[in-house]
């Protein structure tokens, strides 16, 4: 497995917001992580790159309570779990945030290249560039524009453009149809399949299942802070009771 996840737990002081969790992603593999609003699966990208031990270093030094992380984390076959996140973001397993989350004062081009910030090789930098501009040709046309000017649909396109430059090969995805139209929506999801196909392990986090079920190889459903349920997209819709009450559907 390209990443392996055990026994992950995570509480900030007394509230579980994920509690004992293990799941794996293959190389290669487009896998889906889903369940409804507080079910835990942004917790759960913050747990795997790293966020929630920057997190928890910062609530240590204030009043504001305690975060707990315990369990492994395992990425290319080594544990990352007591990681910095910047390191991770080195080994090649990176997050594109929910809500998108551009340098609203910094041009598209800028942003792009903010993503490339711990790559040395100018020549690849520039290949990668283009080949965002292949996949978003938006993001070229509006280079030079500051992205706190773009639609919502452009800024989740340039979130996804700069966490590419990353050099991922792990690219961990949030919520990325989030406040899109459904024809915006279709193209975000079509343009993540292509990135899976160029070779770029993806964990995506959704709530769309209806789509998303027919994009990926695996699919694990989180409620509460658990694993409820594994399988194929097909799989899952099967089972009556996942459908209805964790799915929607």
């Known amino acids: 497995m390209l990443l392996e996840i055990e026994h992950l737990s995570v509480r900030y002081e007394k509230a579980v917001l994920i509690n004992d969790i293990s799941l794996g992603v293959d190389t290669g593999e487009l896998v889906s992580l889903v369940g409804p609003n507080g079910a ?34 395992t990425f290319d076959g080594k544990r990352i779990d007591q990681t910095p996140a910047h390191e991770i973001v080195r080994m090649g ?51 030079k524009q500051v992205s706190g000017t773009l639609s919502g649909g452009e800024q989740q396109m340039l979130a996804i453009g700069r966490a590419f430059m990353s050099e991922p090969k792990l690219l961990c995805i949030d919520e990325p149809s989030t406040g ?56 899952l819709l099967q089972d009556e009771v996942i459908r209805k009450t964790y799915l929607g559907l």
């Open 180 to 235: 899109l139209s459904p024809k915006m929506r279709e193209e975000v999801f079509r343009k993540i399949v292509e990135i899976n196909k160029m070779g770029i392990t993806i964990l995506l986090v959704e709530q769309e299942v209806s789509t998303v079920f027919k994009m990926t190889n695996r699919n694990y459903v989180l409620s509460s802070g658990k694993i409820i349920a594994h399988g194929t997209g097909e799989e």
């Open 93 to 143: 397993l990176v997050l594109c945030p929910e809500r998108r989350r551009p340098f609203r004062e910094l041009t598209v081009l800028e942003n792009l290249m903010a993503g490339a910030y711990l790559q040395n090789d100018k020549r690849k930098i520039q290949e990668d560039l283009e080949r965002v501009y292949e996949l978003f040709p938006v993001l070229k046309e509006r280079s």
């Open 40 to 73: 835990g699966k942004s917790t759960t990208l913050r747990a795997i790159t790293g966020l929630v031990a920057w997190e928890r270093e910062i609530k240590r030094r204030s009043t504001s309570g305690e975060i707990h992380l315990e369990g492994t984390v």
